[in-house]
């Protein structure tokens, strides 16, 4: 499952470079489908494991993995109100 999330070949990742001019954006995207494939597989992986063998389930490492995904969603949020932030400020109308 992981891998059908990671980022794609240097090709599409050239592209995107070349579309958003902006290596922000761009490790950005990659970043943000890192966290995803990451997710997916976390959750897939848990959930399969709690439904066919649920003594075989390493809880550490799911709470581990658990405190993984909130810490990205955390960043990710943070990233998208500080851009919300920025953009209602550049685009507010001036009194």
């Known amino acids: 499952m992981f891998n059908l999330y990671t980022p794609p070949c240097f090709a599409a990742i050239g592209a995107m470079n070349s579309e958003m001019k902006s290596a ?3 490790w950005g995207g990659i970043g943000l489908q890192l966290s995803v494939g990451y997710t997916v597989g976390y959750l897939v992986y848990t959930i399969g494991t709690l439904i066919t063998a649920p003594a075989t389930l390493n809880i ?8 993984a ?3 990205m969603v955390a960043i990710i949020a ?10 209602s400020m550049e685009y507010a109308l001036a009194k």
């Open 78 to 87: 943070g990233i998208i109100s500080n851009t919300n932030r920025k953009l």
């Open 69 to 71: 995904i909130v810490v």
């Open 60 to 67: 550490t490492a799911a709470i581990a993995g658990l405190v």
């Open 24 to 26: 922000k954006w761009v």
